[in-house]
C-alpha cells in the first residue's frame, strides 16, 4: 500500500479558505515555502510533494493521471473545499482532480501549463521547438538515461550549473526517480487531454491563467487560443518571463492568487479576460 503523500500546512485560520500548491514536474514543496507568506497570513496554505517526488512515496507504477489524483484526493480529504496552485505537471493534475472533485474545488490558478493536442503535438514542439535539447524529453529511454545522470553525477552540482532557479529548487530536483519522472512525463504532459477536463468543470470554478511570454516549455499560444473562447477563464501574461513566473516575481503572482482566492475581480488589470503585465517577471531563460 502506498503512503501519503507529504503535506505541510501553514497558516492559522483553520477556519479560513485553503490554497493548496502543487510544484511541477520534478519540484517539492520548496519551489514555493520561501515565498508564501503572504497568504500564510490570510489563508490556510498547504504544499504537498507529488506522488514520486520531494519527501512524497516513490512507488515503482504506472504514474497515471488517476493515480497521482488519487493520492491528491487522499491527502486533501481534511480540507474541504480549496484554491489549487498548480505550476507545470502540478497545474495539469489540479485540473484533473478538479474535473473528478468538483464539489471540493473553489478555484485553479494554473502556472506554466503546457496545454498540448496529444503525444504528437508534444512531441513536435520539444523536438522541433525552441527548446535546447528537447528531443531528450521525447525519447524514454533518453529521458531515463539523462533522469539517472543528473542524479547520481550531477545532484551536487546542480545549484551551480542551473543559475536561473534558486538554489534550492535545483537541489530538489534530484529527489525523485527515473520512473517517476519519465512516467509522469508521458502519462500527463504528453497524454491527457487537459482542455477536455478543464471545459467540463461547472463555471462556478474560477481559473486564472499565469503565463511567461518567453515559455519554451509551454507554449504561450495554445494558452492563449484556448482561454480565447472562455471569457470567464482569466489569462495574465508576464511578457518577460520564462516558464516559472512565480520564482521571478512571486508578489505579483501571489497578488493575483489572492484575488482569486478572495474572490475580488482584479480591477488593476482592467475587465478584459486577457492581461499583460509588465511589473517583475525577470527574462531569466529556462
Not at 16 to 42: D, H, I, K, N, Q
Not at 203 to 218: E, K
Request: aromatic share 8%; with cysteine.
Amino acid at each position: 500500500m502506498i503512503g501519503p503523500l507529504h503535506a505541510e500546512v501553514r497558516g492559522s485560520l483553520a477556519d479560513g479558505p485553503t490554497v493548496v500548491f502543487l510544484p511541477g514536474l520534478g519540484g517539492t514543496t520548496r519551489y514555493w515555502s520561501s515565498r508564501v507568506a503572504a497568504l500564510e497570513r490570510r489563508y490556510r496554505v498547504v504544499l504537498v510533494d507529488l506522488l514520486g517526488f520531494g519527501d512524497s512515496p516513490r512507488p515503482w507504477a504506472r504514474y497515471s493521471v488517476e493515480r497521482h489524483v488519487q493520492s491528491l484526493a487522499e491527502v486533501l480529504r481534511p480540507y474541504g473545499r480549496v484554491t489549487l496552485v498548480g505550476h507545470s505537471l502540478g497545474a495539469l493534475l489540479a485540473i484533473a482532480y478538479a474535473a473528478r472533485e468538483p464539489e471540493r474545488v473553489g478555484g485553479l490558478a494554473l502556472l506554466g501549463m503546457p496545454c498540448f493536442t496529444g503525444q504528437r503535438d508534444a512531441y513536435e514542439h520539444y523536438r522541433h521547438g525552441p527548446m535546447r535539447a528537447g528531443f531528450l524529453a521525447t525519447n524514454v529511454v533518453l529521458a531515463a538515461a539523462t533522469c539517472i545522470m543528473t542524479r547520481r553525477l550531477l545532484g551536487r552540482l546542480l545549484p551551480y550549473l542551473l543559475r536561473h532557479v534558486p538554489r534550492e529548487v535545483a537541489e530538489d530536483l534530484v529527489k525523485h526517480n527515473w520512473r517517476s519522472a519519465t512516467s509522469s512525463l508521458w502519462e500527463v504532459v504528453y497524454r491527457y487531454d487537459a482542455l477536455a477536463d478543464l471545459e467540463s468543470l461547472p463555471r462556478r470554478i474560477d481559473v486564472l491563467f499565469i503565463h511567461g511570454g518567453r515559455d519554451v516549455m509551454a507554449p504561450l499560444a495554445a494558452v492563449e487560443r484556448a482561454a480565447a473562447g472562455h471569457p470567464w477563464w482569466r489569462l495574465n501574461v508576464f511578457p518577460d518571463s520564462d516558464h516559472h513566473p512565480f520564482l521571478r516575481d512571486p508578489r505579483a503572482c501571489l497578488r493575483l492568487i489572492d484575488g482569486l482566492v478572495s474572490g475580488r475581480a482584479v480591477a488593476a488589470l482592467g475587465t478584459e479576460p486577457t492581461a499583460r503585465l509588465t511589473e517583475g517577471a525577470g527574462s531569466d531563460s529556462p
